[in-house]
């Protein structure tokens, strides 16, 4: 049986056996095409709906779609027949308490709409690729009833700092709105590589996504890409080793500070994707045994009532280790400029 009186798109996920189709529903307005997949085909796996649309076998109103396509109420969506997972297979397994407990500690801000938590390091923000929970898992398992939760935004995994979770289908169209007219505001710390000699540095660059490289995305500088604006700020050099930079980004592209800095010639410390292997290596000497990113804050609109909403994350204990360790290097700057340099950091 097609699935064509699914009018609000339902939890209920679609059987196996033939190609479906469901309705997108007022609530599912704005709504980006892969979460709402997640949603109604429940319990199958993410890698598995990313190659169904990989594979073009998702479509919306009889046309290919992107993961990020936004749907409008009323749009006409193919599902192809998919095959459910085997009781008892990771996918099932609840997220560790200790996840829970982690991720809970970790929130920043709360209100009835919205959740902005300090994501840690080394966390993805949902399940897939070779992890089976992620944040919105965790948080989804930590609060049972609250059947609406759902991520606003990514951050790579190794990205420490502010995420929002909305809580209610309407904040998220509100906030996903918000996103996409450019009215929030984020603002990164990123440690690059060498010394930054460009000052305030606007660099507006396409982005497109590769193919994937050990089945991981790689995104680099492309005509045919999405537009992308970061501006690199300098906050502190140390030496010729490295520069503390203040980045605010005006569009949310996938590893977007990341490709623009090392297309700069100033790679984010620690990315092994884009970064140098060689001051990788000599950084970690300094205890850096990451990447150096970080969301250290965002601005958005409260959701109805839009008054303005300012979070900060503290940076982590971890980078600040390291900052400390290339201030007392030889060479690099100490007393008032070191302090400025914490200060900075740690607003």
Not at 2 to 26: F, I, L
Not at 301 to 321: H, W, Y
Request: one cysteine or more; proline letters at 5%; glycine letters at 10%.
């Amino acid at each position: 049986m097609a699935y064509e009186n699914n009018k609000t798109g339902t939890e209920d996920s679609a059987p196996g056996g033939g190609v479906q189709y469901v309705e997108a529903g007022e609530g599912d307005d704005g709504q980006r095409l892969d979460n709402f997949l997640l949603r109604v085909l429940k319990g199958i796996p993410r890698t598995h709906v990313y190659r169904l649309l990989r594979k073009g076998e998702v479509r919306v109103n009889s046309k290919r779609a992107k993961p990020d396509q936004r749907l409008v109420a009323g749009d006409r969506v193919r599902l192809p027949p998919v095959r459910r997972p085997e009781p008892g297979a990771d996918a099932a397994r609840p997220p560790s308490r200790s996840l829970q407990d982690l991720l809970t500690a970790s929130i920043l801000y709360e209100d009835r709409d919205l959740i902005v938590l300090n994501k840690p390091a080394g966390i993805a923000v949902h399940g897939g690729s070779g992890t089976s929970h992620g944040v919105i898992e965790a948080l989804r398992a930590a609060r049972p009833d609250e059947k609406e939760l759902d991520l606003v935004h990514r951050l790579d995994r190794d990205t420490s700092g502010c995420l929002i979770v909305a809580k209610r289908r309407a904040a998220l169209r509100d906030l996903h709105a918000q996103l996409r007219d450019g009215t929030t505001e984020k603002l990164y710390l990123a440690l690059v590589c060498g010394t930054w000699n460009l000052g305030q540095k606007r660099i507006e660059l396409p982005l497109a996504t590769g193919e994937r490289r050990s089945g991981e995305r790689h995104v680099a500088v492309r005509g045919h890409g999405q537009v992308a604006v970061s501006t690199f700020r300098p906050v502190q050099f140390f030496g010729n080793v490295a520069s503390l930079m203040e980045v605010a980004i005006d569009t949310g592209r996938t590893h977007q500070i990341r490709v623009h800095a090392a297309y700069a010639g100033h790679p984010v410390a620690g990315d092994d994707k884009y970064g140098d292997r060689e001051k990788n290596a000599a950084l970690r000497k300094y205890g850096l045994d990451r990447m150096f990113l970080h969301a250290a804050s965002i601005g958005v609109n409260r959701p109805g009532t839009k008054e303005p909403l300012q979070v900060s994350a503290p940076l982590g204990e971890d980078l600040g280790a390291v900052l400390d360790a290339l201030l007392k290097a030889p060479g690099s700057p100490r007393g008032a400029a070191r302090r400025r340099a914490r200060s900075r950091a740690d607003r």
